[in-house]
Nanobody, 126 residues
């Protein structure tokens, strides 16, 4: 069973930037490469929402974003490190949330949700 471990959360001022990392363990590199990866967030009192995804390597590692973060967030994958990143710029206070990374089982999901990390808290102060 894969383990996903997020890091990089913390406090950031509105307008600032933060980069989250999520490292997958217990997967060999080829398995990691074959999976769709994503970042979600859940703000207090709200449902979890999909923020960004990056597809499997064989499909070109295509990225997709929620409309609310397009142009400000960037998802990327470093396959040699088995890590997926979320670069977040121009943070807004309403984006305070717990951020989760996720992966799917076979690289075919539009919304990967088979495996989850524990989450990392991001607080944006206004």
């Amino acid at each position: 069973q894969v383990q996903l471990a997020e890091s990089g959360g913390g406090f950031v001022q509105a307008g600032g930037s933060l980069r989250l990392s999520c490292k997958a363990s217990r997967w060999i590199t080829s398995t990691f490469n074959s999976r769709t990866l994503g970042w979600y967030r859940q703000a207090p009192g709200k449902e979890r929402e999909l923020v960004a995804t990056v597809s499997a390597v064989r499909t070109g590692a295509r990225t997709n974003y929620a409309d609310s973060v397009k142009g400000r967030f960037s998802i990327s994958r470093d396959n040699s490190r088995k890590t997926v990143y979320l670069q977040m710029n121009s943070r807004q206070p309403e984006e305070t949330a717990v951020y989760y990374c996720a992966a799917d089982r076979d690289g075919t999901s539009v919304e990967p949700n088979d495996f989850w990390g524990q989450g990392t808290q991001v607080t944006v102060s206004g």
